[in-house]
C-alpha cells in the first residue's frame, strides 16, 4: 500500500500544472487539494485490479491519477459553502478556507477536466478505442446519473428518512459509482477483459464501495476528529440520512462485515492474482480512519 | 444560421438527461441552463468549419454539443455568488436564482462531465485516434490552462490596469482558447485535416476569438440589459479592466474591425466552402447583442 501511494503521489505531482505556470495562485491550489494526504482508496483499488489484469504500473498510475482527480474536485465542491461548509479535510483547512471560494470553484472545474484529459493522453498507452471506452466509464461514473447525482440526492435528503432501499441508491451513486469504475479501470488496463472477469470484479466493487459508505458513516459517529482528518458528527449535526441513523450502529457493522464477506465471495474464482483487493476489502471494511 | 440553432437546440434537449430521471431536479435544472436560449456562437462556429473539412452534420452536431456543454458549465459557475454574483443570464434569472447553489454548482460539474462522455461515444463515428484527439483539445481548451485558467486571471484582475498584452493573455484563455476548439473541433469532424489548413482556421479562430471578447467589452457600456439578456454595465460596476477601460470606445471598435479583417484575411486561400466562417467573422463583430 505504501509503495503505491508514494507512486501516486510522484505521478500527481508530474500531471498538475507546476505551481510557477500562470495562474499560479490557481495551480497551487489545486496542488494542494490534491497533494500530501489522503488514503488514495480509489487509486490502491485501481492498482489492485490493474494486478488481476496483469496491468503495466505506468498505465495504472495515469488512470488512477485520473481517477483521483475526479474525486479530489468532488471533495473540493463537496467542502464549499453552499454544499457541506466544511473547513477541515485530510487533516488541513479546505480549499476554500485555505484560498478562497471562487478558487476553490475553479480548482474542482479544473481537476476535473485534467483527469479526462490524463485519461485521453497517448501515454496511457492502450488500444485507442479502450481509451474511449475507459474515458465512458469515468464520464459515467462522475456525472449526474453518479456521483454529481449521488451528490445532488444526498442534497434533496438533508432531514429526511430515508428508507434503506432510498439510502442503498443514493450512496451506490454518491460513492460507489467512482469506487467501481477505479476497479474497472485497473481491470481495462490489462490485456482486454474477458466478460464473466469483469462481471465478478464488478460485484466485487458494487460491495466495496457500499461497505465504504457504511463504515464512513459508522467513523462520523465514532470516531475523533484527529483520527479522520475531517469533521466528526458531522452527519449528525446536519441532520443527514446515514446507515447508522437508518438502522443503528451494530447493525451497520454486522451489514459491513456481510459486505466484507461477499466482496471476497465474488473473487473466489481467482488465485493469488486477486490477493490485493482481498487485501482491500478488509483494508476498507477494518479501517479506523 | 437558424437551421444549425434549431439542430443544435433538439441535439441538446436529446443529449441532456430527460427531466423525470432522477434525481429530477439536477436534471430539470440542467436542461434549464443549456436549452432554449443563447446565440450558439461556438456550434456555428463548429459547423461553419465543418462546412470546409466536408464533415456529416451528425457528427458536427456532437462535437457542437460537446463545446456547448462546457461554456454553458462556465456561465453556469460564472454567475456564482461567490464569481460574478449574477441574476439575469440568456434573458432569464441565474440557475442558482431560479434552483439554488448547491444545484447550480452540481449542474456546471455534471455538463462539463457529460461533454466530455459526449465527445467519447462510439456515435460520434470517428476513427479512435482521432476522436482521442478531439477529447484532448477540448480538454486543453476548457482546464486551467485554457477557459478555467482564464477565468482565474479575470477574478484576479479585479481592481487593477492590466496593460493590453495581459488583457490579451487573459481573453486569450478565457474566450479565446474554446472559441478556437469550437473551429479546431469542426475541422477534425471531416477527412483528417492537413497541418497547413489547421494553421490557417487556428490563426482565424484566434482573430475572432479575440474580437468576440472586444466586442463584447464594447457591448457591455453600450447595449441596453433586454437586448443583452444579461445586466448590462457589469464590467464597470464591478471594477474589471476591459478593451473599452484600456483604449477606448473607438479605439476598441476599429479593433475589433482589424481583427475581423485578419480573420478574413487567413482564409484568402480557401473558396466557397469557407463562406460560413466568413459570415461568423462579419457576425460577430458587428452583432448588436
Known sequence: MGQVQARM?????????????????????????????GKRVRPLLC???????QAPAE??????????????YSL?????????????????PTCHVEYD?????????????????VLAEPALGTEAGAQLQMLRLLAQAAGSRGMAGGQAI?????????????????????????IRASVLLGAHCGAPPAPAMLERVSHYAHCVGLAFQVVDDILDCE???????????????QNKPTYVSAMGVAQAKAWAESLRLEAREALS?????AGRLRELADFIVLRKF
Chains 1, 2 share one sequence.
Open 47 to 53: 492498482f489492485a485490479a490493474g494486478e488481476l489484469a
Open 269 to 273: 474464482g481467482f488465485g493469488a492474482e
Open 223 to 237: 470516531a475523533p476528529t484527529a483520527t479522520l482528518g475531517k469533521t466528526a458528527g458531522k452527519d449528525a449535526a
Open 154 to 178: 444526498d442534497l434533496y435528503s438533508v432531514g429526511k428518512a430515508l428508507s434503506l432501499p432510498e439510502l442503498e441508491f443514493m450512496h451506490i451513486h454518491k460513492t460507489g459509482a467512482l
Open 101 to 117: 471560494e471562487a478558487t476553490a470553484l475553479l480548482v474542482g472545474d479544473s481537476l476535473q477536466t485534467l483527469a479526462f484529459q
Open 9 to 37: 503521489e510522484a505521478a500527481l505531482a508530474r500531471l498538475l500544472p507546476a505551481p510557477e505556470i500562470a495562474p499560479q495562485r490557481l495551480h497551487q491550489a489545486m496542488r494542494y487539494a490534491v497533494l500530501g494526504g
Open 76 to 92: 473540493v465542491h463537496d467542502d464549499l459553502p453552499c454544499m457541506d461548509d466544511d473547513a477541515l479535510r485530510r487533516g488541513k
Open 59 to 72: 498505465r495504472l498510475e495515469l488512470a488512477a491519477s485520473a481517477v483521483e482527480m475526479i474525486h479530489a
